[in-house]
């Protein structure tokens, strides 16, 4: 087991098949079965309340696992995720970013599963928690070499 | 049972709490234990590929059961969103409105708890589903009565 | 879309892959998109405090979509769950069989997701309700021949 | 934070409100945030195929969080599941026991957030994740002194 890309060489890829991560998502940390992201909090990450938006985290956590698949599998823009779980158990912090850790749990043939820790920057508390499970082109298939 | 708002009350008290509903959603219908809701979808909402993307399907399963609380309930903004889960079982059209249909299936003195079934506009083929719960502030508190 | 096994046929194929499902389940109904199993409430069905137990329900969930897998697919013992999502609404009665009706919402190459809500005989306010997602095997492979 | 209950304690407590906990389910180590339990494999864990039954692993998750909430919580024994997602990743090892890692990410008021990883004893690879919500009866309430 090992990466098809480096953090830099992800970063780059994942800001030309998925234009908005540039301005909303920074890649802190990458190992070969984790990746550390952040979400560079905006007034449009926000509800009511000041806080950071469920679609904002759901965002967060579902192109923590698209940018791991990426890293081990290569380019493979057509990765879809298939289903996803998630806990919100406390208030974020609508003035901090987001951290967001996430660790592999599978890379099969045909389905990828990983986790995710969210935290706002500068507690341990996580703020919510997901899963996400995405469907991986099968190897040498049109859509596994596309993008 | 009975419902706290009509339709247009809803539509008006969503636009004051919860102001970018007006520009993304429209109720197409609402009764004592269900409502039905669409996406005005526009480029803001689609992903690379041109389809509808993951956080916007998040936000309208979302809104359904915080509309469909808010009905029941009346004027109690504070309801959050504790848990949810999604498949996505077929490509959203990218070019279509997307319409999801919601049923309450529990409002309790703590939890509410709706299931979702989106479809792109004018096919009968689910796109997703979803579940979302509620924590709903106990009745008579400051969070009950605030908004 | 049409079944490759009737209700009767099922019930058959279902007792000798999975001989525990005769003393404990039984097909109320079976179409081609949908399927109503029981649970045959016994002792050993039970948590403390005498309602239907957690693992019973989900053991109740995922045999209605195993069912409804094999109903269209044919004899394809093999079909694995990967994902499920519940939701315990309400307190189940320990006394009362337990109905599920179950939807096939989507029956794809590799995948096949679908809903389930579950009654008390003799109420229609659902104690709970389940998304159970199943990966079948290729078609031709080894595993879909298998059983 | 501290625990309201040691493993012996805990031990002995599980056994008088949840007697089949005793055959089923032992607890390998607790602390104020985590606790690991295992699985007793034994044949009526067993699914088709020989490998341990999806109902056994939601049990064993179950038991965890339940037991997580009554070391911190002390004696309350009607702290009711409301929740659960799990994702089945790998095939358990019918002739192992299970064993199941439990952090307790959420305490609160009236909600307990605890998720779980599974593995075959032996393996470094997780046979399942699952994360488990339970309702908390608030302190002073009949619920919360009964068992």
Known sequence: MSLAMCKEELAEYLAVVFPQV??????????????????????????PG??????????L??????????????????AVTTSCSMDFMRKPEGQAQMIAKCRLLKLGR?????????????SDKPVARATMTYS???AGSAASVAG
């Open 136 to 138: 991986v082109p099968p």
């Open 50 to 59: 000041g806080t950071v938006s469920g679609p904002s985290m759901f965002a």
């Open 110 to 122: 045909t389905l990828a599963v990983g986790d995710i820790l969210m935290y706002s920057e500068g």
């Open 61 to 78: 956590a579902d192109v923590c696992v698209y940018a791991m698949v990426l890293a081990r599998l290569g380019r493979m823009a057509l």
């Open 22 to 47: 540039k301005e909303d998502f920074a890649i802190d940390d990458l190992t070969e079965d984790s990746v550390t992201m952040r979400l560079l909090t905006a007034d449009r990450h926000l509800r």
